[in-house]
């Protein structure tokens, strides 16, 4: 069997292509839930099941009408167990396959629905990526979250495209991982209400395709 020789750069990074989908065109479509009064106010919401704002709903139809013009191939629609995700995909006319906790968001213990300047009263420049959360969810166990789910999707690709419908923070996290950085650098990927990414290929390269596009309406 032919091995493909390993050629390192000038820092020792390999650069043969990450993985092969086998259709060079295949995509992975991660789409925010649309706006919830608590994502209006900046408070970290994970286990709290809060739902969409009204404006939330009409972004959440919008994002469909985007993501529909994407013309996914037979596309499996992976969602949150929140209401908040499900609604943003019935909203948004993506029938949903299946319900995954494991796409949930990143759990935040002690600091669930508490914003971030109220948890640097406590703890000066405290992120989410760069100091724990008390009774929350470790970076590395949303790591090796978010490689679960990136693995069951890249064995989807070579039949469908993938729609996960989930949270902020956790689609950062698939973003950073997708890419093969660590969970830390998450924090370049900004993610509003009812944004999407589109991850793709070039070259057999994992890539980012679009980022934290907005809705068409209400946003």
Known sequence: MRKDRVVLDDHGRDHRPESDPL??????VLLRHGETDWARTGRHTSVTDVPLTERGEDQARAAGARIAA????????????????????????LPVDRRWDAV??????????LTTP????EVPHWTVWTHPCPGGE??????SRAD???????????????VVVGHGHFSRVLIARWIGEPVTEGRRFAL?????????????FRQVVSHNVPPEHGA
Not at 23 to 28: G, K, Q, S
């Open 70 to 93: 994407l013309g996914l191939r037979d596309p499996l629609v992976v969602t949150s167990p929140r209401a908040r995700a499900l609604r943003t995909a019935e909203l948004a006319g």
């Open 23 to 28: 259709r060079p065109d295949a995509r992975v």
């Open 148 to 162: 679960l789910v990136l693995s069951v999707v890249s064995a989807t690709l070579p039949e469908r495209d993938v």
């Open 104 to 113: 949930r968001e990143w759990e935040y213990g002690e600091y669930e629905g």
């Open 192 to 204: 509003g209400p009812a944004g999407s990414t589109v991850l793709g290929f070039e070259h057999g």
């Open 118 to 121: 109220e948890i640097r009263r």
């Open 138 to 143: 470790t970076a590395d166990a949303a790591s």
